[in-house]
């Protein structure tokens, strides 16, 4: 890949993170249903990704797998660019690790 996001990735985690919603609910998982809101989650994201204006060279999509392995420092420094997933949030957010966008 040409250094952009990992749409595979960020396909994932979207509809890990939706799973485990409706699995937290005590909801049964429904494919349909699933899929609808994963395209509601990621439409915005990949109109951002097929926008020039928007592109920004180094960015990264920041998984789960990132924020657990920040959990011991307790923190994740995101760079300009960056898309952070749904997953990641919510990851973030349970173990106590602050998301800081660089320069701020």
């Known amino acids: 890949m040409s250094g952009g996001p990992d749409l595979e990735a960020v396909v ?21 249903a699933l899929v609808t809101e994963a395209l509601g989650l990621l439409r915005p994201l990949l109109e951002r990704l097929a926008s020039p204006a928007s592109a920004v060279p180094g960015g990264r999509v920041v998984a789960e797998r990132d924020v657990l392995d920040a959990a011991p420092a307790g923190r994740l420094v995101l760079a300009r660019g960056d898309v952070v997933t749904p997953l990641a949030r919510d990851t973030a957010g349970e173990r106590g690790v602050d998301l800081v966008w660089d320069g701020s």
């Open 12 to 32: 994932e985690a979207v509809v890990r993170a939706l799973v485990a919603r409706q699995r937290a609910a005590g909801a049964r998982v429904e494919p349909d």
